[in-house]
């Protein structure tokens, strides 16, 4: 595949301790990144900002012995407290301008798309990559509005040239047909973090992705 210059990490991992399914979130994260995973966001939706902090700490203290940017999905506090990389945002979440105003040092602001209509405001101007949310159904996603397929990603390609990461079902059989369709990058969350060997399954997806 061909790597986006303005995003250079197509194995992108979502992460939260329930995804890990019992397994230690930071065992899982550490395998998942020396299997090859790029950037690693932190998803943590029902915990308090107080946990959130002290999960997103500890996370970074391997990503930064590894040298792997830390996304923290939707909480500013958490994501500027712990000086992450970025942030990745919803459309119902703290908006991007909002972001960039709160927070003029983020370095990586992502923005999911969920309708093509978003395509055309000044948020996803803002943004720093588009995640398509989802391209198919997942379990681990159920808020999702549009379930966007490989058409889906075809067509945001053609009005965006913005980094494009796919979330949704992402596994071995089906990422080579999604970078096919326009994706820069890979998001994927059960295909490692429910894996029985996060970094084989790491490792795998990863060559994949690089024969695409």
């Known amino acids: 595949m ?7 990490y197509p194995l992108y991992l979502v992460i939260s301790e329930a995804d890990c399914q019992g397994k230690d979130i930071l065992y ?13 966001q932190l998803r943590e939706k029902h915990a308090s900002t107080s946990e959130f902090i002290e999960k997103a700490l500890r996370l970074k203290e391997i ?21 992450a990389f970025g942030i990745h945002v919803g459309n119902s979440d703290t ?31 803002t943004a720093d990559y588009l995640g398509i949310s989802p391209v198919f159904v997942t ?11 490989l058409a889906g990603i ?11 990461i796919a979330i949704g079902h992402m596994n071995l059989q089906n990422i080579a047909s999604v970078l096919q369709a326009g994706a820069d ?5 059960s295909a490692i973090c429910a894996a029985a060997d ?15």
């Open 185 to 189: 990058a890979i998001a994927v969350v």
């Open 63 to 83: 990503t930064e012995k590894h040298q792997i940017p830390l996304i923290i999905n939707d909480n500013l506090k958490v994501a500027i407290e712990v000086n």
């Open 28 to 40: 899982v994260a550490e395998q998942a990144i020396l299997g090859g995973v790029d950037i690693i």
């Open 198 to 212: 996060p970094q084989q399954a790491a490792y795998e997806l990863k060559n994949k992705i690089l024969i695409a």
């Open 154 to 164: 075809q067509q945001i390609r053609m009005h965006s040239d913005k980094p494009l």
């Open 139 to 149: 379990d681990t996603k159920t808020d999702t509005v549009t379930e966007w397929g």
């Open 95 to 125: 908006p991007p301008t909002v972001i960039r105003d709160k927070w003029p040092d983020c370095s990586c602001l992502g923005y999911s798309i969920e309708y093509l209509e978003q395509l055309d405001n000044p948020e996803t101007a």
């Open 2 to 8: 061909q790597i986006h210059p303005g995003f250079p």
